[in-house]
């Protein structure tokens, strides 16, 4: 299995662009969670869901920020409209049924000019 | 809300010497505590975690130390060496399925050669 897979890896982009972060989760997982990183904030929670559906969006910073899960397999974090404030480190994570383990993507280095 | 905090943010040691990395935990119903170690540009990677069934697990340099009921875990490191220099996240979590993995802010380790 070739892990969790996040595109782009970089992504630079002006204010007011839309922006789409993607993942597909490790074959057989059915959790999947989008982090955020930054030096002041660290590691967080985002979103997160389970068997395709959301549980906790409670860390969704504003309306601008939206999550799906189309199938079993993938998702996409967009941005709309962005804003230089977002510019940060995205990583999503995937999560089996049997172990709490958390597989971590590279993550999407994301700048908003 | 549930909470984990992490102590000390930045830690400086001479090689050889042992590192201790300390956790606390908001949710007594917390009961699986991984560590993840991320080097620079790198994605966090699991390096140890125990269950609550367990108080102590070691395995190689590395040990966690678990207390229940002070709602404390801890990360020791022993005999340094300049390549555990990275930052290191614990993390809490009640389980699969719905449940989500709240990490602490990370501690930055140094390791002087």
């Known amino acids: 299995d070739a892990g969790v897979i996040q595109s782009p890896r970089h992504e630079v982009t002006e204010m007011g662009q839309e922006v789409t972060l993607r993942c597909k989760l490790i074959?057989?997982?059915?959790?999947l969670f989008w982090y955020r990183q930054t030096m002041m904030r660290g590691l967080e929670l985002l979103i997160y869901f389970n068997n395709n559906v959301p549980i906790d969006d409670s860390g969704m910073p504003e309306d601008r920020f939206s999550a799906k899960m189309p199938n079993a397999s993938f998702s996409t974090l967009k941005i709309q409209p962005s804003e230089p404030r977002d510019s940060a480190v995205y990583f999503c994570?995937?999560?089996?049924?049997?172990?709490?383990?958390?597989?971590f993507g590279s993550g999407t280095q994301l700048s908003v000019l | 809300g549930e909470n984990v905090e992490q102590h000390p943010s930045t830690l400086s040691v001479q090689e050889g010497d042992s590192a201790v990395i300390k956790c606390t935990y908001s949710d007594s119903a917390s009961n699986y505590f991984p560590w993840y170690k991320q080097e620079l540009g790198k994605r966090p990677q699991l390096i140890i975690d125990?269950?609550?069934?367990?108080g102590e697990k070691k395995d190689q340099r590395i040990a966690v130390t678990l207390n229940k009921t002070a709602k404390h875990f801890s990360l020791h490191i022993t005999e340094t060496q300049p390549e555990d220099s990275a930052v290191y996240f614990c993390a809490a979590s009640k389980g699969t399925g719905g449940f989500k993995t709240i990490f602490g802010a990370g501690t930055r380790l140094f390791v002087k050669a």
């Open positions: 125990i269950r609550s069934n367990v």
């Open positions: 074959s057989g997982h059915n959790s």
């Open positions: 994570a995937s999560r089996g049924t049997v172990n709490e383990k958390l597989f």
